[in-house]
């Protein structure tokens, strides 16, 4: 039952003009030295969601006068190397959800299609 009672992991960042923005993180990754996060923009409003593009957004762990602050990742060839792995990850996590089912009904629409 607890799967029903899911509470996203969510961040308020602030970018370098001062707009803060929600993002839920959906997986984090240690690679050598480096920390790299795989968030989405959170939205309160499903409607919004829907017209979001979808990206992800890859930022990495850096320290700024001891403080943790995340930052993009500009090197081109790091970006897709890490986000090959996140795509990777993330199709895993997901593989086959949607063909399970717990409503405990075989003759149910949500996913016993014959």
């Known amino acids: 039952m607890d799967e029903y009672n899911y509470i996203p992991e969510l961040y308020t960042l602030v970018d370098e003009e001062g707009v803060e923005q929600t993002f839920e993180m959906l997986d984090s990754l240690v690679d050598g030295d480096e920390t790299y996060y795989a968030m989405v923009p959170y939205y309160e409003n499903p409607e919004d969601l829907i017209n979001d593009s979808g990206e992800l957004v890859i930022l990495k762990s850096d320290y700024v006068d001891g403080e943790e602050m995340l930052i993009t990742v500009d090197d081109d060839d790091e970006f897709e190397r890490?986000?090959?792995?996140?795509?990777?990850?993330?199709?895993?996590?997901?593989?086959?959800?949607?063909?399970?089912?717990?409503?405990?009904d075989d003759g149910c629409d949500c996913c016993h299609h014959s």
């Open 82 to 104: 890490v986000g090959a792995i996140f795509l990777q990850r993330l199709e895993e996590m997901f593989e086959g959800e949607e063909d399970e089912c717990d409503c405990g």
